[in-house]
């Protein structure tokens, strides 16, 4: 299967940072937040990566690129060259580019002649999630099941919905799965009738292309994803599938923080300096 990563937004919400920077290339500890969005895919059997770039975003690029004159400078001991070029050789990795800010919906659709007629992933950029499966790979088991196309979501507060995709399912079975009944973008509280917020890994049969053809601008004045869904679902069925592992919305400051911070402490190499920094703050705090 082959999968789409969009990463050609503005990043307002990371200004004044992005004003010349691709947010998904951020750090999060030491490697760009869009490398643990690849990995995801890789890890998930996924060979084909389609990254829709736009201007400004060159450096996304430059990064999934061999780096000869580092290597041969340090040869052996540059650190994760191995991990590195591992991924480059289990992923074959293109690039579009959205010359138009039309929104994450026209970023998809810019991929139909690279995804052609079968189903294919969309892992969104900026969206990092970690658990012992992977994340898309849940879905995809799903859609190897059900042969329809899977959302990943997840529970969220009252304080959250107006932030994401909102979606009212229907218990489907097995735990954590539901039948999707309605999809809103963005909705207010009292618009929003679940908890259920989509979090940026799908799997679609490619009936989405036409659905999103038809699609006019909606929220932000932009081709929503969302809205496609909302008519692909009256034609197929569209499953939900629960995700129980971790999630960071890096695009937002302070996810970009947690993100950081938590990875941080997790990692063998920092967990030490990590505390200690956390004991000192406690214990004298600096102004
Ligand atoms: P966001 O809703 O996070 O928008 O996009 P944004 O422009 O990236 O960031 P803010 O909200 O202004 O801070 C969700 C996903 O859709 C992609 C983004 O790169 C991100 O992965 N996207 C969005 C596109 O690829 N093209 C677009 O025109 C809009």
New binding site residues.
């Given amino acids: 299967m082959k999968a789409v990563i969009?990463?050609?937004?503005?990043?307002?919400?990371?200004l004044p940072y992005t004003r010349s920077q691709p947010?998904?290339m951020l750090p999060v500890v030491d490697k760009p937040a869009i490398q643990y969005v690849v990995e995801e895919a890789v890890e998930s059997g996924i060979e084909e990566i389609l990254i829709?770039t736009?201007r400004g975003k060159r450096a996304i690029e430059d990064h999934f690129d061999r780096n000869l004159e580092l290597e041969q400078s340090h040869p052996g001991s540059v650190p994760g060259a191995q991990e590195f070029n591992e991924l480059l050789e289990r992923a074959r990795i293109f690039y579009v580019r959205?010359t138009e800010?039309?929104?994450?919906g026209?970023?998809v659709l810019i991929t139909e002649k690279f995804v052609g007629k079968e189903p294919f992933s969309v892992l969104?950029?900026?969206d990092l999630t970690f658990s012992r499966i992977p994340c898309q790979q849940g879905l995809l088991r799903i859609h190897a099941k059900k042969g329809v196309s899977v959302l990943a979501v997840q529970h969220v507060g009252l304080e959250a919905i107006g932030r994401y995709g909102m979606v009212v399912g229907k218990e489907a079975g097995e735990e954590g799965v539901f039948l999707v009944e309605d999809i809103v973008e963005k909705p207010t509280p009292r618009q929003a009738s679940s908890d259920l917020a989509t979090l940026?890994r799908y799997v679609f049969t490619p009936q989405i292309f036409s659905d999103l053809r038809k699609t006019r601008p909606g929220v932000k004045g932009?081709v929503q994803l969302t809205d496609a869904i909302a008519t692909l679902l009256k034609k197929e069925d569209v499953y939900a599938c629960v995700f129980n592992g971790t999630r960071y919305d890096i695009?937002d400051k302070l996810g970009w923080l947690r993100a950081n911070f938590e990875l941080a402490l997790d990692r063998p190499d920092l967990t030490k300096g990590m505390r200690q920094i956390l004991g000192d703050q406690t214990a004298e705090p600096r102004h």
């Fill in positions: 969009p990463a050609a937004g503005l990043g307002t919400r990371f947010k998904e829709v736009a959205q800010h039309r929104g994450l026209h970023a969104l950029g900026d940026g932009e695009g």
